[in-house]
């Protein structure tokens, strides 16, 4: 008798970017399954425990008086406006 095969994988991704499990893009945390054939024809399935890691978004209000100047994550703005930075989350999402 050939074996059956069971392949426990864990992966992490991002909220907004996909996961690619034997062509299958998945963007939703969860446990999922693959089946794959051995070269004796029996069946082989991968089993998947994928978690999706948020992206934190952030709003920051400032005001200054003109003449000042605002350090914002070491940029210097003197002028008024909408701002973005990128920072990276402890599981290597951008935030």
């Known amino acids: 008798m050939n074996p059956v095969y069971e392949t426990p994988l864990t992966a992490e991704s991002c ?3 996909t996961y690619d499990l034997g062509g ?3 963007s ?3 446990t999922y399954y693959d089946t794959l054939s051995t070269t ?4 082989s399935v991968l089993v998947l425990s994928l978690t999706v890691n948020p992206v934190y978004e ?3 209000t400032a005001e ?3 003449g000042e100047s605002y350090n914002f994550n070491g940029e210097i ?3 008024g406006g909408t ?3 990128s920072l990276t989350t402890s599981e290597g999402c951008d935030s």
């Open 77 to 79: 703005l003197s002028e």
């Open 64 to 66: 200054i008086c003109e």
């Open 58 to 60: 952030t709003p920051l």
């Open 40 to 43: 004796e024809g029996c069946d």
């Open 15 to 17: 909220d907004g970017e």
């Open 24 to 26: 299958q893009p998945l």
């Open 83 to 85: 701002y973005t930075d």
């Open 28 to 30: 939703i945390g969860g």
